[in-house]
């Protein structure tokens, strides 16, 4: 499966974005998709994991209640709703996929076989 990941850019703190991420050459229903995102320096980290219904969310703690993850199945899309951003919400953020993932380990990275290119997020104070 292909993913492309799209909307990133520069706002201000306190502001909002919306992430989308799309998906191709698969069955999207059959796949979990994922959040993640790399500051300079760091390590790729878990955002937020959606399970391949849509019926169960998983979030990073630093991000709860910030952000909303969802999918519409119907047109191979995930989005990433972040609201009240932070500067150190900047990163890289990725879309990611992985075939029938087990909601347990849906914070893991090694669950996800597939990765989109990623889009930068810059968060300025």
């Known amino acids: 499966v292909q993913l492309q990941a799209s909307g990133g850019g520069l706002v201000q703190a306190g502001g909002s974005l919306k992430l989308s991420c799309a998906a191709s050459?698969?069955?999207?229903?059959?796949?979990?998709m994922g959040w993640f995102r790399q500051a300079p320096g760091e390590e790729r980290e878990f955002v937020a994991g959606?399970?391949?219904?849509?019926?169960?969310?998983y979030y990073g703690g630093s991000v709860k209640g910030r952000f909303t993850i969802s999918r519409d199945n119907g047109k191979n899309m995930v989005y990433l709703q972040m609201i009240s951003l932070k500067p150190e919400d900047t990163a890289v953020y990725y879309c990611?996929?992985?075939?029938?993932?087990?909601?347990?380990?849906?914070?893991?990275?090694?669950?996800?076989?597939?990765w989109g290119q990623g889009t930068l997020v810059t968060v300025s104070s």
């Open positions: 990611a996929a992985g075939l029938f993932v087990d909601p347990l380990r849906i914070r893991r990275r090694d669950e996800y076989a597939y």
């Open positions: 050459g698969g069955t999207f229903s059959n796949y979990g």
């Open positions: 959606i399970r391949r219904s849509g019926g169960s969310m």
